[in-house]
């Protein structure tokens, strides 16, 4: 079965600090992975994807994710948080069930970021 | 770069109406999607569509009901609107593809009074 598992439901850091945002995955085979961003009142924008082609992955405003088989982990981590980055973040797994392929939520990640 | 819209950001609505929620996606995707989001319970499943006039029951199907007549458009239907059905509305498009990331449509915060 599949699932996403993240590791803390509300992360603070100061601005130029380091962010670590920890996920956690379950699934029966190679999955694609994906980091969302949901800023206040606003749809998820996808932040990067894990697609089996390289283990650290790039993605948008500095933020970047490595695929630990071993560890089933996907974390999402920035050298330098922002004050725009403070927003809630949503690691994602994709599977296919019924002939169809969907999307697991995380529930989710809320990060702060203080002056 | 690929844009998915909804009909409106905000709507109040009357408990009882038949409340209609537009999408529309430009970047020829086959599948769309219906979540509502809720604190505490995340993103759920409404209803998808994997192409025109088909459609699958999501992981909280009761009081929706969908509509595709042209690929690019996907409506939810709340046939009489009730209280509990108070929340956001994303919906989102994808390709019928590896690795099927869903591009999210901005959003409709609904309350039914």
């Known amino acids: 079965a599949q699932s996403v598992t993240q590791l803390d439901s509300h992360v603070s850091v100061s601005e130029g600090t380091p962010v670590l945002l920890r996920c956690n995955y379950s699934?029966?085979?190679?999955?694609?992975l994906f980091w969302y961003v949901q800023h206040p009142n606003k749809g998820l924008q996808l932040l990067l994807k894990?697609?089996?082609?390289?283990?650290l992955v790039k993605g948008i405003n500095g933020f970047e994710a490595e695929f630990k088989k071993s560890e089933t982990s996907f974390h999402l981590t920035k050298p330098s948080a922002h004050m725009s980055d403070a927003a809630e973040y949503f690691c994602?797994?994709?599977?296919?069930?019924?002939?169809?392929?969907?999307?697991?939520f995380g529930a989710g990640t809320r990060l702060a970021v203080h002056p | 770069d690929v844009k998915v819209t909804q009909s409106s950001r905000y709507l109040v609505k009357r408990t009882g109406e038949k409340v209609f929620l537009e999408c529309v996606q430009d970047?020829?995707?086959?599948?769309m999607f219906w979540y509502r989001q809720d604190p505490g319970l995340g993103l759920r499943l409404i209803y998808f569509?994997?192409?025109?006039?088909?459609?699958e029951k999501g992981d909280i199907p009761e009081g929706y009901s969908v509509s595709r007549e042209k690929k690019e458009r996907f409506s939810l239907i709340l046939e009489s609107a009730s209280t509990n059905q108070t929340s956001m509305y994303l919906c989102?498009?994808?390709?019928?593809?590896?690795?099927?990331?869903?591009?999210f449509g901005p959003g409709t915060r609904l309350t039914v009074t």
């Open positions: 994602v797994v994709s599977f296919r069930s019924g002939g169809y392929n969907k999307l697991i």
């Open positions: 699934s029966s085979y190679s999955p694609s």
């Open positions: 894990y697609t089996s082609a390289a283990t």
């Open positions: 970047m020829d995707h086959e599948n």
């Open positions: 569509s994997y192409d025109v006039k088909m459609k």
């Open positions: 989102a498009s994808n390709l019928d593809r590896v690795p099927y990331e869903q591009y």
